[in-house]
């Protein structure tokens, strides 16, 4: 059983539409993560939350963590292609320093 | 400043055999973390290490073990390879083990096992 759910698991767009992707658990997290994949590499980190109820924003990008620490969403303004990977919410449990990784959302964004 | 960096990029095996795979974390980093990666998946913890000791181990068997040298680097070995450990294998460095602390992935090492 997957610990962090998320969906969707693929997501194809047109240029300057908007998305978001979410993240469920039934598990409370210390902090969760978003990170990027492109394929050949490795994940890039691109935000941590760590309140219940907090909202980060990066540019076109907007992510909030659920007030019960449970859930998260990434919202993302006028997709670019550049946008395209592999999105992964991570979450901390208790004090632990081991992240347990979601399902993954592959994005891809056309012209 | 180098980031995370791993050996062999591209690694093919046959069934029974043993691997071994290596890591250099992101300079000043000192807690170095090894996820599997499966086809379409999220990577999967397999275990950490700090101060040269293996601190936390996720739900992988006694096959998977490993290492971390004084300098901080790290080794993952594999014994008696089995089709199913074909994946991605992440190497993923960080600053003192805490909950939260972020992750400096290196772009993994493609292990597949015939």
Do not use: M
Request: aromatic content about 10%.
């Amino acid at each position: 059983t997957q610990l962090l759910e998320q969906s969707p698991q693929f997501l194809s767009i047109q240029e300057g539409e908007n998305l978001t992707v979410y993240c469920n658990s039934s598990s409370v997290f210390s902090s969760l993560q978003w990170y990027r994949q492109e394929p050949g590499e490795g994940p890039v980190l691109l935000v941590t939350v760590v309140t219940g109820g907090e909202v980060k924003k990066l540019k076109r990008l907007t992510f909030q963590f659920g007030d019960a620490r449970k859930d998260s969403s990434l919202h993302i303004t006028a997709a670019q292609p550049g946008d395209t990977g592999l999105y992964l919410c991570a979450g901390a449990l208790g004090t632990a320093s081991k992240l347990t990784f979601g399902t993954g959302t592959r994005l891809q964004v056309t012209l | 400043d180098a980031g995370v960096t791993q050996s062999p990029t591209h690694l093919i095996k046959t069934r029974g055999q043993q691997v071994t795979l290596r890591c250099s974390p992101k300079s000043g980093h000192d807690t170095v973390s090894w996820y599997q990666q499966a086809l379409g998946q999220g990577p999967q913890f397999i275990f950490q290490y700090y101060e040269e000791e293996e601190r936390q181990r996720g739900n992988f068997p006694d096959r998977f073990s490993g290492h971390q040298f004084p300098n901080y680097s790290s080794e993952l070995n594999v014994n008696a390879l089995l089709l199913g450990d074909s994946a991605l294998y992440l190497c993923a460095s960080s600053l003192v083990a805490r909950h939260g602390s972020p992750l400096h992935f290196g772009n993994g090492t493609r292990l597949t096992v015939t």
